[in-house]
């Protein structure tokens, strides 16, 4: 026996799941958002991600939503 066959499955639903994490960090600058504001105690406005990276305020909404919709920001 292998080791992957004392694993257990990994169903559709979380696989799916970690496709959508994996999809949401595969940008440099939302790895770079999600590096910044987790090294904060305290939620980040989006005016001081914009500040912080140099990135305008369009752009940092854009990939704030996606990262959002993948359920790595509130």
């Known amino acids: 026996m ?3 066959e004392h694993e257990p499955s990994l ?3 979380t696989a799916e799941e970690y496709a959508r994490w ?4 595969a940008d440099p600058t939302r790895i770079l ?6 090294r904060e ?5 989006a005016g001081v991600i914009v500040d912080h990276l140099k ?7 854009h990939h704030l939503k ?3 919709q993948a ?3 509130r």
């Open 2 to 4: 292998t080791t992957l």
């Open 11 to 13: 169903g559709r639903a």
């Open 22 to 25: 994996f999809q949401a960090l």
């Open 33 to 38: 958002i999600v590096r910044f504001v987790s």
């Open 41 to 45: 105690e305290r939620p980040v406005p």
């Open 55 to 61: 990135l305008s305020r369009p752009t940092v909404s």
């Open 66 to 68: 996606i990262l959002r």
């Open 71 to 73: 359920r790595f920001h």
